[in-house]
């Protein structure tokens, strides 16, 4: 059995040396370099398309975050613009108050000027409705007292004037009548 396994250890010896050729002459080497450089070859485009990938999610996410900072500050301009318009609010009520209340007050002074020239004209009309009735009671007083005077007159004269005197004291009041009617014509 010796004899046999130093005859094999010979034998692979020697296949061995036959094996052990230059590296480059080997297919296993090429076949390594083939699929390095096939490798080489896909891994440039996919590496580039994976960088173009990246750097389009970087732009992507740059412009998402300078929208994020617009709105921000527009947020931020809004919030101040309230702010101020809160502030500012009640200046703005107060002013309304006083714009309200110089409209009252001018309302105010309209209606009592119309209520002063209304007073005014009632109290023509009723000063003009009492002048008149003072007239009328006038007249009327005026009335009854010639309408007593002429009854007392009648009865005095009646009394004392004789049927003579009756007749010429007509004649001549019939005569200054138709003198007045004469005159007014």
């Known amino acids: 059995m010796s004899l046999e396994v130093n005859q094999e250890i010979t034998e692979a010896l020697a296949t061995q040396e036959v ?7 080997s297919a296993e080497f090429w076949v390594a370099m083939a699929f390095c450089l096939v490798m080489a070859a896909l ?25 994020a900072e ?15 318009k809160f502030i500012n609010t009640d200046k703005e009520v107060a002013d309304i108050v006083k714009e309200q ?18 007073l005014q004209r009632k109290s023509s009309e009723v000063d003009s409705r009492i002048e008149q009735e003072l007239e009328q009671v006038e007249e009327e007083i005026n009335h009854l007292i010639s309408d007593k005077t002429a009854t007392i007159l009648t009865e005095v004269i009646s009394s004392k004037l004789t049927k003579s005197d009756y007749n010429h004291l007509i004649d001549k009041s019939i005569g200054q009548i138709k003198e007045g009617l004469s005159a007014q014509k």
């Open 19 to 25: 094996h052990e050729e230059v590296f480059y002459q």
């Open 70 to 84: 617009n709105l921000k500050l527009e947020a931020q301009k809004l919030y101040a613009e309230y702010e101020r």
């Open 101 to 118: 209340e110089n409209a009252i007050e001018e309302i105010k002074e309209k209606k009592e000027r119309e209520m002063n020239l209304y």
């Open 43 to 67: 891994l440039k485009p996919l590496l580039k398309a994976g960088k173009n990938l990246i750097t389009k999610r970087i732009i992507r996410i740059k412009r998402e975050l300078q929208e």
